[in-house]
């Protein structure tokens, strides 16, 4: 069994930043890749970005490119997300997720899930 717990929402004014946290425990040596995920109110789980927990490569959607960084401390065992210039549209409940296997984009690809942590961008 695995499990996630995520930090570090909150609400913050547009253009500004924060920086997620998710705490992974359980079988973290079966672990390959940790991603993140958003749900906005009536709106469907997407992607956001993807970490592989022992490359260190890294995938992004191209909505948040150039303003989200992904990285992970495999000391730790930690996934966090840093997010910069941070706009209106990315407000929404924001999941940690794990999967063995190779690197996915979609949500039903993975098995293990945070509780999420609510992030609310202000105009």
């Known amino acids: 069994q695995v499990q996630l717990v995520e930090s570090g929402g909150g609400l913050v004014q547009a253009g500004g930043s924060l920086r997620l946290s998710c705490a992974a425990s359980?079988?973290?040596?079966?672990?390959?890749?940790m991603g993140w995920f958003r749900q906005a109110p009536g709106s469907e789980r997407e992607f956001v970005a993807a970490?592989?927990?022992?490359?260190?490569?890294?995938y992004y959607a191209d909505s948040v490119k150039g303003r989200f960084t992904i990285s992970r401390d495999n000391a730790k065992n930690t996934v966090d997300q840093q997010m910069n210039s941070l706009e209106p549209e990315d407000t929404g409940v924001y999941y940690c997720?794990?999967?063995?296997?190779?690197?996915?984009?979609?949500?039903?690809?993975?098995?293990?899930w945070g509780q999420g942590t609510q992030v609310t961008v202000s105009s």
């Open positions: 359980g079988r973290i040596f079966s672990f390959y890749v």
């Open positions: 970490i592989t927990w022992l490359g260190g490569s890294t």
């Open positions: 997720a794990a999967r063995e296997g190779s690197t996915r984009s979609d949500a039903k690809a993975y098995p293990y």
